[in-house]
């Protein structure tokens, strides 16, 4: 009699878990629905009825914000910073995080601490020195010049990020290869990178994302506004259009859309990736 009593007892923290975690979602969830259900209403709904979830159907919120709001060319802008910021992160972190793991030269441990000393030293702390740096350059409203500073945001994190998967690789791998000739290039290109690609692919999608809702880099760098990204042109959509609800949703549900998908697409290999980075770290 008394095992029944026990099993009914353990059982209810689990059901308490579950409701707890149910609502978590619900509340995290909840925004982007409103988001969603606010964009696919009339704006004559939207002003009536405000919180109310999919009580009518309509697109011209996103027709709106697409060509009025200029969002075509925002989610152009997008891409070009974040996908040539992404790939220099992941190339020059993946070459980084090798040559710290596997490469013995004199103060690599010392070099390798100075660079991940880059994971404590704020973005706030230098964006001013930065600004006026890249002004004497003539890398202002730049397409260079912003990648270029995206990437440095990223790239201390990406170091330490992909030396742990090079430390974990097996140096049996190293020593045959090298007893079969192999030059240190075709090591790195053909034997090692290959083998940390679920690394390399987390990283992709994680800088991504970072880049995707990066606000202040944009703001600073790109005074005259020739490149303005999702995030600042819904910034500038706010301030001309605060009272049109309907079009800034839709703007809004434009900016997070793209990251949401591919999160989603990608979410086992992202998973996989830091979940393997976390353990051999």
């Known amino acids: 009699m008394s095992r029944p009593r026990r099993g009914h007892a353990s059982g209810r923290p689990g059901v308490g878990r579950t409701l707890a975690l149910g609502l978590l979602a619900l509340i995290t969830v909840f925004p982007v629905i409103l988001v969603v259900s606010t964009t696919l209403k009339s704006n004559q709904d939207v002003r009536a009825n405000p919180f109310g979830l999919f009580s009518s159907f309509s697109l011209e919120n996103l027709e709106t914000a697409w060509t009025v709001g200029n969002f075509d060319d925002y989610l152009l802008n997008s891409i070009l ?82 030396r742990a998967f090079f430390s974990d690789l097996p140096g049996e791998l190293e020593q045959a290869a090298r007893m079969d000739g192999a030059s240190e290039w075709q090591l790195f290109l053909r034997i090692m990178v290959p083998l940390v690609t679920s690394g390399m692919g987390a990283l992709a999608v994680f800088t991504f994302l970072q880049q995707w809702n990066n606000f202040l880099v944009p703001l600073l760098y790109m005074p005259g506004g020739e490149y303005r990204p999702l995030t600042l042109g819904l910034y500038l959509f706010i301030g001309g259009r605060s009272v049109d609800i309907g079009p800034l949703a839709a703007g809004t549900l434009i900016t997070i859309l793209p990251v949401v998908v591919l999160y989603v697409v990608l979410q086992r290999q992202v998973t996989q990736g830091f979940l393997s980075g976390a353990v051999k770290g």
């Open 81 to 162: 910073l974040c996908v040539p910021s992404t790939l220099i992160v992941v190339v020059l972190s993946t070459m980084a995080g090798y040559a710290f793991a596997r490469l013995p030269f004199p103060g690599r441990t010392v070099a390798f601490y100075v660079v991940v000393f880059g994971l404590l030293v704020p973005f706030f702390a230098y964006m001013v020195p930065l600004y006026f740096q890249m002004r004497s350059m003539g890398l202002l409203d730049s397409l260079l010049g912003v990648n270029l500073v995206l990437a440095t945001t990223q790239l201390s994190f990406g170091a330490w990020f992909m």
